[in-house]
């Protein structure tokens, strides 16, 4: 059942990755860059300020500091402890896919980082500032999957590396924020 799984894996992620086209790849490879995302970060740090002021928003960048250390680590230690090769590694794909990047990354890739991070920080950020900005949530989660289809258009990362990161990263930034509201409450009541 495990290899049908990964063979549908394949088959899913060599449909996507062939959907790509050059007059796309620029706006995918500006997507999956970890830096692109800076001014979206920094308009979160503002609007976090506006709306809740300094203290709160340096416990927010504590908070959002660790949950992608976090996220992270565990993405390596995943990647490293199950070793399922990167679709640019494996040998019987390889030559069907478009790779976007002029390098693949590393050997492994279970599960995205990118993808973890990008949820983790939308789900955190959503749960803050829902309450003072409508629709906050919509927006960072349509960014968020943006970042996450990049990797498979890109061609580093199959399907099942991308859905398990948004999982994680769901999971990661709900339980965080849940521990932000603790160490607010204690620390700010």
């Known amino acids: ?29 500006f997507m999956t860059n970890k830096w692109s995302s800076i ?4 308009l979160l740090a503002f609007l976090t300020y506006r709306a809740f002021g300094l203290k709160r928003l340096l416990m927010t960048l504590v908070a959002i500091a660790l949950l992608i250390l976090v996220t992270d680590q ?10 399922r090769l990167r679709p640019c590694h494996d040998d019987e794909i390889n030559g069907l896919m478009r790779l976007v990047k002029s390098s693949c990354g590393g050997k492994f890739g279970y599960f995205s980082a990118h993808a973890a991070n990008s949820f983790a920080v939308a789900i955190f950020f959503t749960s803050l500032l829902r309450k003072e900005y409508k629709y906050i949530g919509l927006i960072l989660i349509m960014w968020a999957s943006v970042v996450a289809y990049s990797r498979i258009y890109i061609g580093v990362h199959f399907p099942l590396d991308v859905l398990t990161g948004m999982i994680i ?21």
Not at 1 to 29: C, I, P, R, S, T
Not at 76 to 82: I, L, R, S, T
């Open 1 to 29: 059942m495990l290899d049908q799984l990964v063979h549908y894996d394949k088959e899913l992620f060599l449909f996507l990755n062939n959907l790509g086209n050059a007059k796309w790849d620029g706006f995918w490879l």
């Open 39 to 42: 001014p979206l970060y920094a």
């Open 74 to 83: 565990l993405a390596n230690f995943f990647k490293y402890g199950v070793q």
């Open 169 to 189: 990263g769901i999971f990661l930034g709900g339980l965080f924020m849940q521990l932000f509201l603790k160490a607010v409450s204690k620390y700010n009541p």
